[in-house]
């Protein structure tokens, strides 16, 4: 089993739509939460970096951790064709100094 | 631009090649990482160096051989490569003691051929 699952995609929306993007996690000892965006042929960026349960807000970005269900969402508003990418979602446990990540979901944002 | 910078931006070698892929890092961190990224699959952490020192090795083949000499600088030395080894290779850099966010450079595409 993959210590984070993540439904490939693609995953096609229309222009203005709210995108719901999800990982599932095994481990029980991630405490730290990450989503990159990854463009074609670029390195990942980070967008949201989240510490044990909650939700954090950054503009049109929302990250969500339930640590009791070991779900982690990333849910986008007014969704644009520039976000158009792939989204990877990672997780990393204290004992350890780097991340496990998802395979990532590609979004396709049609203007 | 990420603070990250990784050269070459692509590379083609032949599998009796000796080549190195170099990263640099202006952030001030003092962590750095090798992941592979291929198609459809999950990055993969090769190695990570904490404060110059080697803490970390995921069962890399030895054809792959990383190099750390100072907390800006890590190269990944590349010879007798196989064509599988074909990917994009990342590099990035956190701060070790609180290594949470990292950091990606754009990514060195290698093909073996």
């Known amino acids: 089993q993959k210590e984070v699952e993540q439904d490939p995609g693609p995953l096609s929306v229309p222009e203005g739509a709210i995108v719901s993007l999800n990982c599932t996690y095994s481990?029980?000892?991630?405490?730290?939460f990450m989503w990159y965006r990854q463009y074609s042929r670029k390195g990942p960026e980070l967008l949201m970096y989240?510490?044990?349960?909650g939700n954090k807000e950054d503009g049109r970005f929302t990250a969500q951790v339930d640590k009791s269900s070991k779900y982690i969402s990333l849910f986008i508003r007014d969704s644009q064709p520039s976000d158009s990418a792939t989204y990877l979602c990672?997780?990393?446990?204290?004992?350890?100094?780097?991340?496990?990540f998802g395979s990532g979901t590609r979004l396709q944002v049609q203007p | 631009e990420t603070g990250v910078t990784q050269t070459p931006r692509h590379l083609v070698m032949g599998m009796t090649n000796k080549k190195s892929l170099k990263c640099e890092q202006h952030?001030?961190?003092?962590?750095m990482y090798w992941y592979k990224q291929s198609a459809k699959k999950p990055l993969e952490l090769m190695f990570v160096?904490?404060?110059?020192?080697?803490?970390e090795n995921n069962s890399v083949p030895s054809r792959f051989s990383p190099e750390c000499p100072n907390s800006s600088h890590l190269f990944l030395h590349l010879h007798t490569l196989q064509p599988e080894d074909s990917a994009l290779y990342l590099c990035?850099?956190?701060?070790?003691?609180?290594?949470?966010?990292?950091?990606f450079g754009e990514g060195s595409w290698l093909t073996v051929v």
């Open positions: 990035a850099s956190s701060q070790a003691r609180t290594g949470n966010t990292i950091y």
């Open positions: 481990n029980s000892a991630f405490q730290y």
């Open positions: 989240t510490y044990s349960s």
């Open positions: 990672a997780s990393m446990d204290t004992g350890r100094r780097a991340l496990t």
């Open positions: 952030l001030g961190h003092n962590a």
């Open positions: 160096y904490s404060l110059e020192e080697r803490v």
